[in-house]
C-alpha cells in the first residue's frame, strides 16, 4: 500500500543532544513537508521541499534542519538549538499543487526531551 | 502573512445534534480550502476539500463545507452527529500560487453518546 511512514512513533532525547526523524513515503509525490503540532496550536510548518536538493524554511525552522537527496526521503533533524523540543511531528507529502493537491500525513513520532 | 482562525477550541455535542464548525481565513486572492480530520490515535485525514466550482462541497462521513468568499469563511457542517465523530478537526488554506498549506488551531469535537 501507498503511503508515508514515520520512524521512530516515539522518541526520547536527552537535553543538548541531536536527533534525526525518518520521513519516507511511496506515493511518488514530489513535495514533502515537516510540521509541528502542540496542544491548542495546531499545526506549524517547519520546513518543506517541491524537488529533490531544494527546501525552503517554513514559520518555525529555528533549530531545525532537513534534507532532501532522494525524492521518497526527507529527513528531520532537531538539533540542540530548538528550545524547546517536545511536540509530536507530522510528515506530509503531496504532488505539486493542482486538482489533485492535498496532504498525505505519516504517523507521526512523538519526541520527549528528558 | 496569511492566518486561519477557527472561532471554537473545544465543542461538546449530544449524539443526533447538528453540528457547524467555523473557520475564516485572511487571505483576499484566490484560495483552495480544507478541512481535515484527526480521530484519536489516527492519522490526519482529508474531510473534504474546495478547489473550484461550486462552493458547497461534501465530504466523507456527511460532512460538508461551505465556501463564502464575501465571508472569507468556509465553515463544516454536519446535520446530525454520530459518537465516532468525536476527533479534532483543522480547517487549512493554501493560498494562490503558493506552494504549502496553512492550518488553522484546531477544533476539538466531543460527542456524548
Known amino acids: 500500500d501507498g503511503g508515508i511512514t514515520q520512524s521512530p512513533k516515539y522518541l526520547f532525547r536527552k537535553e543538548g543532544q541531536n536527533v534525526t526523524l525518518s520521513c519516507e513515503q511511496n506515493?511518488?509525490?514530489?513535495?514533502m513537508y515537516w510540521y509541528r503540532q502542540d496542544p491548542g496550536q495546531g499545526l506549524r510548518l517547519i520546513y518543506y521541499?517541491?524537488?529533490?536538493?531544494?527546501?525552503q524554511k517554513g514559520d518555525i525552522a529555528e533549530g531545525y534542519s532537513v534534507s532532501r537527496e532522494k525524492k521518497e526521503s526527507f529527513p528531520l533533524t532537531v538539533t540542540s538549538a530548538q528550545k524547546n523540543p517536545t511536540a509530536f511531528y507530522l510528515c506530509?507529502?503531496?504532488?505539486?499543487?493542482?486538482?489533485?493537491?492535498?496532504?498525505?500525513f505519516g504517523s507521526g513520532t512523538r519526541l520527549t526531551v528528558v | 502573512a496569511q492566518s486561519v482562525s477557527q472561532h471554537n477550541h473545544h465543542v461538546i455535542l449530544s449524539e443526533a445534534a447538528s453540528l457547524e464548525l467555523g473557520c475564516n481565513y485572511s487571505?483576499?486572492?484566490?484560495?483552495?480550502l480544507f478541512w481535515y480530520v484527526q480521530y484519536p490515535g489516527q492519522h490526519l485525514q482529508l474531510l473534504l476539500k474546495?478547489?473550484?466550482?461550486?462552493?458547497l462541497v461534501k465530504g466523507i462521513k456527511g460532512f460538508e463545507a461551505e465556501f463564502i468568499k464575501s465571508k472569507f469563511s468556509f465553515n463544516l457542517r454536519k446535520p446530525s452527529v454520530q459518537w465516532s465523530d468525536t476527533a479534532e478537526y483543522f480547517c487549512?488554506?493554501?493560498?494562490?500560487?503558493?506552494?504549502?498549506?496553512?492550518f488553522g488551531k484546531g477544533t476539538r469535537l466531543h460527542i456524548l453518546p
Open positions: 506530509a507529502s503531496s504532488e505539486l499543487p493542482g486538482q489533485n493537491y492535498g496532504y498525505t
Open positions: 506515493l511518488n509525490h514530489d513535495a
Open positions: 521541499s517541491q524537488i529533490v536538493n531544494d527546501f
Open positions: 487571505y483576499g486572492g484566490t484560495v483552495n
Open positions: 474546495y478547489f473550484s466550482g461550486d462552493p
Open positions: 487549512a488554506v493554501k493560498e494562490g500560487r503558493d506552494d504549502k498549506i496553512i
